[in-house]
């Protein structure tokens, strides 16, 4: 019996691991990333779709439906257009769905506010629905990538 039958992980592999994360935290403590740099990174990035075609608010139940008496928390109806394109989104205290007219699959990102980690990713079917078990926090926006054309739609709050 080796020294590797009886460890399930290899000890200098771990130690590597270890040595790395322990890198990476004294990094970041004594040399940080300057916030203006982490300003301008997050700035950049969102041109990396400046061509992307915007789609428009036409409806949005807080402001365009009529109160419903005996109904406390209705979910909000959203429908975004641009030119050919229609989304029409629920959103929920227990997430949102949504689907894509003319139905085509699609990739759908759930853009927030000013945070830095990468956007939720979702995904259109081929009848175009798509759904989420997270509420959209604060200011949102989507982002649909169907074939090689790219929307955004207008951001919201939450």
Not at 85 to 98: F, I, S, Y
């Amino acid at each position: 019996m080796n020294r590797h039958d009886d460890h399930p992980f290899d000890e200098e592999e771990f130690g590597a691991g270890l040595l790395e994360e322990e890198l990476r935290q004294a990094a970041a403590i004594l040399d940080p990333v300057p916030a203006e740099l982490r300003r301008t990174a997050v700035e950049a990035y969102t041109l990396h779709d400046l061509d992307a075609r915007l789609a428009e608010l036409t409806f949005d139940s807080l402001v365009d439906a009529i109160p419903v008496r005996g109904v406390t928390d209705p979910p909000r109806m959203l429908t975004f257009r641009t030119g050919e394109l229609t989304v029409d989104v629920e959103v929920t205290t227990d997430g949102l769905m949504g689907q894509v007219l003319p139905p085509q699959p699609a990739r759908i990102e759930v853009l927030g506010g000013a945070r830095v980690a990468a956007p939720d990713a979702l995904t259109a079917d081929d009848m175009g629905r798509f759904t989420s078990d997270t509420p959209p926090a604060g200011p949102f926006a989507l982002r649909l990538r169907t074939g090689g054309e790219v929307v955004v739609t207008e951001w919201l709050r939450a």
